[in-house]
């Protein structure tokens, strides 16, 4: 495991937000129309109020697998899961909820989240194919020996992705419309699935 302490230093661990501070940031930034972030527009604001109605809705209804919980359970050492995010980004709306319902059977887990923009030098160490892509979820030790990361996003939604950039022959809201549908008919399985087997290798390489 590679240690990222110089990537995680105090004034970072400082700015990180607890899971109910994070939904009350997006319930704020929803109320005052506006993101997170340093980019302010109408469409952002609209994406960031339907993200909050998402989130709400998952945080309700996420469901884990056993086969996932067991695997949760067996984490025997202090850890925390750093999640990078923006209010606005679809993808984290639909992922964070379970990610943080994964945890919640083991307390030796610590969810915390960063905002991307607000933390460009680690963004930019976990880049996606050159890309500032979130959420990046980041698990790091106590001494923040690197465990595991995963993101931006389940590898199916990846491949409709990197579809739509090879062949754009639609505007980039309606493939934001092809992306929600894909998640809705997923309901979370394939990112189940990639952190119970990330969570599986790790097991296996201690």
């Not at 105090?10 to 005052?32: D, I």
């Not at 606005?88 to 909820?97: T, V």
């Not at 607000?118 to 001494?143: C, F, Q």
């Not at 199916?156 to 992705?161: D, I, K, P, R, V």
């Amino acid at each position: 495991m590679r240690n990222v302490a110089y990537l995680f230093p105090e004034s970072v661990r400082k700015g990180a937000y607890t899971y109910s501070e994070y939904m009350h940031l997006m319930e704020t930034v929803v109320l005052e129309n506006r993101t997170t972030g340093p980019k302010q527009s109408e469409a952002l604001a609209h994406y960031t109020k339907l993200n909050l109605a998402r989130m709400q809705r998952l945080n309700k209804t996420a469901s884990i697998h056993e086969s996932l919980r067991e695997v949760v359970d067996q984490i025997d050492i202090p850890q925390t899961w750093y999640i990078l995010t923006e209010a606005w980004c679809g993808d984290a709306a639909q992922n964070i909820p379970t990610i943080v319902a994964a945890s919640l059977s083991n307390p030796l887990i610590t969810v915390r989240f960063l905002l991307r923009d607000e933390n460009p030098e680690l963004m930019d160490a976990y880049l996606t194919n050159g890309g500032r892509s979130i959420p990046k979820l980041i698990a790091v030790d106590e001494d923040f020996n690197e465990i595991f990361t995963w993101g931006p996003r389940p590898a199916g939604a990846q491949e409709l992705l990197r579809e739509y950039k090879a062949n754009p022959v639609k505007s980039y809201s309606e493939f934001s419309e092809d992306i929600q549908r894909w998640y809705i008919a997923d309901k979370t399985q394939s990112l189940q699935n990639e952190l119970q087997e990330l969570l599986e290798a790790v097991a296996v390489d201690k």
